[in-house]
C-alpha cells in the first residue's frame, strides 16, 4: 500500500494543500495493474515525506501479517507514526476493507483444500453456457492423429494451428457453411476455449482461407494420416476398398471445370455433379482420394488411383487385395490391378452361362447380417482362370422377383399406351414414330424389356377422301401401325437369374466363406460415403469457385479421418453408435461460467466443465480420454469494475 495525493482545498482551514488516500495495487482478470482505495486518510498537513513513508510501510507489513501473534515491523520510535498506523489499521478494520477474522478462518480453511467465502445466495446466477463435449472429445482425437505435430513440421504458425483444428472440429460436430460455422462458434461452442483460438478473431474469410490452406497440403496431409492411423491401430493394409460416389451443386455453376451433368446417385438429374473417389481400409480409414469431373465415368478412374496406392500404404501391404464394385470391374482395370501387384475382389459384370460346378465343390451355407440364409459354391468357367463363387440369396431372390414384377407391369402399362394411341384421333400411328417410342420404353425398363417379342403390323396410309384419281401420287406413301402385340420370350423365364450372382477373385481363395467375408468388406466404404454425406453435409455443395469446393470437399475428409478416429475405438469397445447420436450425447456436458458475490464487495467468477453423465463418461472410458478441458478457473472482480469490463467474454 501507498499514499496517493490529490491537490484541494480544505474546507476547515480554506488552504491548497494535498489530500491523502491510502492506495493498494494488484492485477485484475486481464493481467492489468488496477489501484483500490483502503482508505481515506484525510488531510495530513503536520507529517513529512519520511513519515508518510514509514507509516505506508509499516500499514502494508501489518495488513499483510495479522493473522501472525508475532511479526516484525519495520522499526521505529516515532510516537506520531506509530499513532497514525494504530489509527488507519483500526479504521480500515472497521470500514471492511480488510476483515482479521474472516482471513484467519480462510488461512485455516486452505490447508483442506478448501476455498470459503461468505456469498450472497441471491446473487448467485450463471452465464456464458456453451458445448464442449463433443469438441473436448474430437480435441482429443486430433491430438491422436498429430495434426498439429504435422502442421507445425511445415513451418505453419501457432495462431494458423489453432484456427486449424477449430475448423475440422467445427465441421465434425456442427457441418454447415462458414458463415454459419461463425455464428456457431461466437454462440454456442466452446471450442475457441479448447483450441486456444482467439474467438474475437473468428470470420468467415478467415475459415475459409484456413480451409484452402489446408487442401494445398492435401498429398501430405494424407500420407502422414494413414502412417499415423496405421501405427496407431496396428493396422497392415492387405484389403484395401475402391469407389466412388458423387454429390450434386445447387446453383447453375457457369464456367466450372469441375462441375458437369452426369449420373446422379441422389437422382437429381438438374443438377451438376462432383465425383469423389475413395480408397480405404477395412477399418474405414482412408488412403487415398480424389477429387473428380462430374462426368466421370467410374471405370476409367482406376488409373490414378494405381500409381498412387504403393505410397500410401503401408510397406508390409506386399500383394495387398483390392475389393471394387462392378462398374469398376472392366477386363482392362482388371489387367490394371494385376499388373500394379495387387489381387483384386469384385461381382462379375455379366452372369455366367457356361459354368459347372467344379469338382469336389460342395455349397456351403452362411448367414449374413439380417441372420438370412446364403447358398455359397465354386464353380468354373472356360472363359479364364479367376476364383469364381456363385452366391444364391433367398432374400435378394424375393427383392429381385419383387423389383421385377413391378417393373415388368410398368413396361406392358407403356406398351398398352402404345397400342391405345393406335385407335385414337391424333394417336401416334407413323411407323418410325412408334417404334421410337418402343425404343424408349425399353431402354427405360432394360432389364424386362429383353425378355420380350414385341411384333407391330404396318400398312400404308390409306388416300384422304376427297381426292381424285387423276391427282398425281405422293412423292413417298407414309406407313402407319395398325396394331402392336407383345408376349414373353418362349423358354425364358424372367426370375430365372434372380437371386443369383457371381464374385470373381485372382486370389487364391482358402475357403468360400473366406472369398465371401472378404468381399462383405466392401459395405464399410459404403458406410463411409453415408458418414461423409449425412453426418458431415457433404451435399449439396453450394460453392461457386472450383478451389472453394475442393477445400470444402478436402475439409469434410479430415473431418472424417476425426470421426472415423473416434468411432473405430468405440467399436472395439462394443459401441457402434452412429456419429450423430455420439455428438447429441456428448453435447450435455457444458461449460458455464457461474458468479456470486462475496461480503468484500467482490464478484467471484468460476468457469467450469459440467460433470458428464453416464452415456458421457462410458464414451471418455472407452475411448481412454479426459473427462475435461479444464477443472475450474477462478477469478475475483471488484464490484465497481464490472461496469466497465466484459469479463464474461474474456
Request: with cysteine; glycine share 4%.
Amino acid at each position: 500500500m501507498y499514499f496517493k495525493v490529490s491537490m484541494r482545498t480544505n474546507p476547515a482551514t480554506g488552504v491548497y494543500c494535498g489530500y491523502y488516500r491510502l492506495v493498494e495495487s494488484y492485477r485484475n482478470h486481464s493481467d492489468r495493474v488496477c489501484h483500490r482505495t483502503m482508505l481515506n486518510a484525510g488531510y495530513l498537513d503536520g507529517l513529512n515525506t519520511d513519515q508518510l513513508n514509514l507509516i505506508q510501510k509499516i500499514l502494508t507489513a501489518k495488513v499483510a501479517n495479522h493473522d501472525k501473534p508475532l511479526f516484525e515491523l519495520p522499526y521505529t520510535d516515532d510516537p506520531t507514526v506509530l499513532a497514525h498506523v494504530d489509527e488507519f489499521f483500526k479504521r480500515m478494520v472497521a470500514e471492511k476493507r480488510i476483515d482479521v477474522f474472516i482471513e484467519k478462518k480462510d488461512k485455516k480453511a486452505s490447508k483442506n483444500g478448501k476455498d470459503l467465502q461468505l456469498i450472497d445466495l441471491n446473487s448467485i446466477r450463471n452465464k456464458d453456457v456453451r458445448e464442449i463435449g463433443s469438441e473436448w472429445m474430437s480435441y482429443q482425437a486430433i491430438r491422436q492423429l498429430q495434426i498439429a505435430l504435422f502442421l507445425e513440421s511445415l513451418g505453419w504458425s501457432e495462431d494458423d494451428v489453432r484456427l486449424a483444428q477449430t475448423h475440422i472440429i467445427s465441421r465434425a460436430v456442427y457441418p454447415a457453411s462458414e458463415l454459419e460455422t461463425t455464428r456457431w462458434i461466437k454462440e454456442n461452442s466452446a471450442v475457441c476455449e479448447i483450441t486456444g483460438y482467439n474467438i474475437e478473431q473468428i470470420t468467415k474469410d478467415r475459415l475459409y482461407s484456413i480451409s484452402k490452406k489446408l487442401y494445398a497440403e492435401k498429398e501430405a496431409l494424407e500420407q502422414h494420416l494413414s502412417t499415423r492411423t496405421n501405427e496407431l491401430f496396428d493396422i497392415q493394409d492387405k484389403i484395401i476398398l475402391y469407389d466412388l460416389t458423387n454429390t450434386y451443386f445447387e446453383g447453375r455453376k457457369q464456367g466450372s471445370k469441375l462441375a458437369k451433368y452426369g449420373r446422379s446417385k441422389e437422382k437429381r438429374s438438374d443438377a451438376k455433379l462432383v465425383v469423389l473417389g475413395l480408397v480405404i481400409n477395412p477399418e474405414g480409414f482412408i488412403k487415398y482420394s480424389s477429387i473428380l469431373e462430374g462426368n466421370m465415368a467410374d471405370s476409367k478412374t482406376l488409373e490414378g488411383m494405381i500409381s498412387k496406392l504403393r505410397i500410401k500404404t503401408s510397406s508390409s501391404a506386399k500383394k495387398a487385395l483390392i475389393v471394387i464394385d462392378a462398374g469398376i470391374a472392366t477386363e482392362e482395370n482388371l489387367k490394371m490391378i494385376l499388373t500394379g501387384g495387387y489381387d483384386y475382389l469384385c461381382v462379375s459384370r455379366s452372369n455366367l452361362k457356361n459354368y459347372h460346378i467344379e469338382a469336389g465343390a460342395a455349397t456351403v451355407s452362411v448367414t449374413d447380417n439380417q441372420k438370412q440364409k446364403i447358398e455359397l459354391c465354386r464353380v468354373k468357367t472356360d472363359r479364364n482362370t479367376d476364383y469364381y463363387l456363385k452366391v444364391e440369396s433367398q432374400a435378394k431372390e424375393l427383392k429381385e422377383r419383387s423389383m421385377n414384377e413391378q417393373f415388368r407391369s410398368r413396361f406392358e402399362a407403356g406398351l398398352q399406351l402404345i397400342a391405345d394411341s393406335l385407335t385414337k384421333k391424333g394417336g401416334v400411328k407413323q411407323e418410325d414414330k412408334v417404334h421410337e417410342r418402343i425404343g424408349r420404353l425399353k431402354q427405360k425398363y432394360p432389364s424386362i424389356g429383353r425378355y420380350f417379342d414385341i411384333e407391330t403390323q404396318v400398312c400404308d396410309q390409306p388416300e384422304p377422301k376427297g381426292k381424285k384419281k387423276g391427282d398425281k401420287p405422293d412423292k413417298e406413301k407414309i406407313r402407319i401401325v395398325s396394331s402392336i402385340k407383345w408376349a414373353v420370350k418362349e423358354d425364358v423365364e424372367i426370375n430365372a437369374r434372380s437371386g443369383v450372382y457371381f464374385l470373381r477373385t485372382s486370389m487364391e481363395a482358402k475357403s468360400e466363406e473366406n472369398v465371401w467375408q472378404f468381399y462383405n468388406i466392401i459395405r464399410e466404404i459404403e458406410a463411409t460415403f453415408r458418414v461423409l454425406k449425412t453426418d458431415l453435409d457433404l451435399r449439396p455443395i453450394y460453392h461457386r469457385k472450383d478451389e472453394n469446393t475442393m477445400a470444402h470437399l478436402h475439409l469434410g475428409l479430415l473431418a472424417y479421418w476425426l470421426v472415423n478416429t473416434v468411432r473405430h475405438q468405440l467399436k472395439q469397445e462394443g459401441i457402434r453408435s452412429g456419429w450423430r447420436e455420439i455428438v447429441r450425447t456428448m453435447n450435455t456436458q457444458k461449460a458455464v461460467t457461474t458468479l456470486a458475490q462475496n461480503n468484500h464487495e467482490e464478484v467471484i467468477m468460476i468457469r467450469r466443465c459440467s460433470e458428464p453423465n453416464r452415456a458421457v463418461r462410458k464414451l471418455y472410458d472407452a475411448l481412454k480420454y479426459k473427462y475435461a478441458p479444464f477443472v475450474k478457473r477462478k477469478s475475483v472482480v471488484h464490484k465497481s469494475e464490472l461496469e466497465n469490463c466484459h469479463f464474461i467474454e474474456q
